[in-house]
């Protein structure tokens, strides 16, 4: 997690409660390899992974950019689909 850049809060009562009565996706959050939005749309266990809260954020910071850019996402080799948005747009 420190090579994730992970931020601990920085007033005693955020910590304390971060340490002692966690929330979901305080720690770990669940994300699909393939994004929804570039045609990753199966929504089975093969396509999710864990990533830590930061790590998370930055990957859908970096989608988010993707989609803002508007650039034609590449068809997917693993599973040979293309977002059919793409043609549209």
Do not use: Y
């Amino acid at each position: 997690l420190i090579n994730a850049k992970w931020c601990l809060p920085k007033s005693n009562s955020a910590l304390e409660r971060l340490l002692h009565t966690p929330r979901e996706g305080d720690f770990w959050q669940a994300d699909h390899i393939i994004p929804v939005a570039e045609g990753g749309g199966g929504c089975n266990l093969d396509n999710l992974q864990t990533l830590c809260t930061p790590c998370h954020q930055r990957e859908t910071a970096k989608l988010r950019s993707r989609l803002r850019l508007g650039g034609i996402t590449n068809i997917d080799n693993k599973r040979k689909q293309m977002d059919i948005r793409t043609l549209f747009f």
